[in-house]
């Protein structure tokens, strides 16, 4: 399976700022995925990423509020810009490999 | 109604028990079930997937499998304290163009010494 590198673990933000997480995967992969766990939830798709093309955003999200990059086959970015307490959740990057999908450590959000 | 359904306890189960946690999905042209386990702060670990109609055997879990019946279970056999944990059931979806992970909204299993 692939291996995910996410960062940061964790972060304390104050409102109306932005924050970037970032994943790095050992091995190339076509897409990856951003999910969102909100305190005592299950995993919500936020947006799939292909490099060299533009995120595809599910329904409640958009690219102003969660923007992400695709710079590479590796590497992907989600930024949570303008925050509100309400995006104190759990951020997961995932993949896809040959026996299911693969998450990062994810980041804990908190915003204050 | 929701894509994918769990009951969603909470489960007590004794030590050595088995326990059984349970799975509907609603998109009948799924091919693709996967089971995970997600501890308090950590995050998914994938511990069973399952394609085919029938049961799928490693150690003491064991998934089984209904398309017609739009059902995926898996079974803890032997249940340890190591056990308890929350288990998130997700079935590869149809949404808009392509096909993506869509999880059940868990169960947490609790399994008493």
Do not use: H
């Amino acid at each position: 399976s692939a291996v995910i590198s996410q960062k940061p673990s964790r972060d304390i933000c104050q409102r109306g700022t932005s924050l970037t997480i970032q994943c790095q995967v050992d091995s190339q992969v076509t897409m990856m995925f951003w999910y969102r766990q909100q305190p005592g939830q299950s995993l919500t798709l936020i947006a799939t990423a292909n490099q060299g093309s533009e995120a595809t955003y599910e329904s409640g999200f958009v690219i102003d509020k969660f923007p992400i990059s695709r710079p590479n086959l590796t590497f992907s970015t989600l930024t949570v810009s303008n925050m509100s307490p309400e995006d104190s959740s759990i951020y997961l990057c995932s993949v896809e490999g040959r026996y299911g999908y693969t998450f990062g450590s994810g980041t804990r959000l908190t915003v204050v | 109604q929701k894509e994918v359904e769990q009951n969603s306890g909470p489960l007590s189960v004794p030590e050595g028990a088995i326990a059984s946690l349970n799975c509907t999905y609603s998109d009948r042209g799924s091919q693709s079930f996967f089971w995970y386990r997600q501890y308090s702060g950590k995050s998914p670990e994938l511990i069973m997937s399952i394609y085919s109609n029938g049961d799928k055997e490693d150690g003491r879990f064991t998934a089984q499998l209904n398309k017609a019946s739009q059902y995926v279970s898996l079974l803890i056999r032997d249940s340890q304290p190591s056990d308890s944990a929350t288990y998130l059931c997700a079935v590869n979806i149809l949404g808009g163009s392509a096909r993506q992970l869509t999880f059940g909204s868990g169960t947490q299993l609790t399994v008493l010494p």
